[in-house]
C-alpha cells in the first residue's frame, strides 16, 4: 500500500483526499486489529483532534497491538516507554549531564520527544513518574532544569493500562487522567475475529509486515482539516450541557473539568470528519460522552459501595439530559425523516 500525496504544500486537505488518506490508515490498523473498527476509527479520532488516548483493559485482549499498529501507520518519530516500578521521570523527561570535553551540561532527550510516544502499562509505575507527562501533554513541551524544549507537531501519548483491581497497579491521579482525551476498552473479540486472529497470528505476526502509509507533514494536514469542521452555537451549548451535568450530578463527587469539554468538542469535529461531514452533530457528542468524560469523573462513595460504574452514569446523564430548545423549536427536532435538519448545523453561506 502506498502513501497518499498530493499537490498543496500544506494546510486543510480536500474532502476526498481527506477520506483516501484516513481510510489507509484505518485499513492498515485493522490488518492487525480484528473486529475493532469501531475502536480503531475512535483511536483515529483521537489522534486528529490532538488529543491523547488511553487504552484500559484486561491483559492479552490487544492493547497494545493497538498502539503499536497505530504508530507504524506513520512514518513519524515514535518511542516506547515501558513503564515499571524503579522508573524515573528523567527517563521520560530527560536529563542534563555533563560534558567533560565542552565543560558544560549537556541536555539528553527523554522518550517524549517523539511524535507518537507508546506508554505501555503507564499504572505499573509510581504517581511520581506519572507526572512526568503533565507537562508534555497539556503544552506540548517539557521544562528541564529551567530550560523548555518545544515538542515537535503531531504529538500524541497512547497509553495502556491494566484495571486498578489488578496487582502492582498504581491508579493514575487526577490531573493525569484529565489529560487524556479518551479512554477505551478493547473487550473480547468475538469467535469469528478471534478465529481469524488465530488463523492469520498463529505462525506470523502481522504487525511485523505493516508498513507507514502517512507520515508526520501528512498527519498535520488532517488536524489542520479537522480543525475547520463548523459547529453551531447549539451544539456548542449541548457540550457546555453535557459537561455541566456531570458536575451537578447527585452520584459524581467531582465532575468533568473545562478542559474535557473542549476535548469533547475537538474529537466531536474529528468524528464528523471522518465520517464525511465538515459539521458536527449532536449525535457526535452524544457518541463521545462515555469515552470522553467517564474517566475524568469521580463517584460518590455510594455510588462506588453500589457498584455503579462512571460509564454508566456518564450513559444515563446523556439519556436523561434534554437537547435544550430555542424560542421556536428545538434546533435538534428530528423530524421529517427522522434525522436532525443540516441547515441548523452547517456552516453559514451554503
Known sequence: MTTPTWDEPGGPMPSEDFRAATSAIMTNIEQVIEGKGATVRL????????????????????KTKLAKALARSIDCSVRRIQFTPDLLPSDVTGVSVYNQEQRDFEFKPGAVFANLVVGDEI?????????????????????????TYELQAPFMVIATQNPIEMEGTYPLPEAQRDRFTARIAMGYPDPRAELAMLSGHGAHDPLSDLRAVADAAMVRRLIATVRDVHAADAVQQYAIALVTATREAPEIRLGASPRSTLQLLRTA????????????????????AVPVLAHRIIPTADA???????????????????????????????????????????????
Open 43 to 62: 483511536a483515529l479520532a483521537v489522534l486528529l483532534a490532538e488529543g491523547h488516548l488511553l487504552i484500559e483493559d484486561v491483559p492479552g485482549v490487544g
Open 304 to 350: 462506588q459501595l453500589n457498584r455503579r460504574t462512571t460509564d454508566a452514569i456518564v450513559a444515563e446523564i446523556v439519556h436523561r439530559l434534554p437537547l435544550p430548545h430555542d424560542r421556536n423549536r428545538s434546533p435538534y427536532d428530528t423530524r421529517n425523516g427522522g434525522g436532525a435538519p443540516t441547515n441548523q448545523y452547517e456552516p453559514r453561506g451554503r
Open 269 to 288: 469535529k474529528a468524528v464528523a470528519a471522518l465520517e464525511g461531514r465538515d459539521y458536527v452533530l449532536p449525535d457526535d457528542l452524544q457518541a463521545l
Open 123 to 147: 499504572n505499573r509505575a509510581s504517581p511520581k513518574t506519572q507526572s512526568a507527562l503533565l507537562e508534555c501533554m497539556e503544552e506540548r513541551q517539557v521544562t528541564v532544569d529551567g530550560t
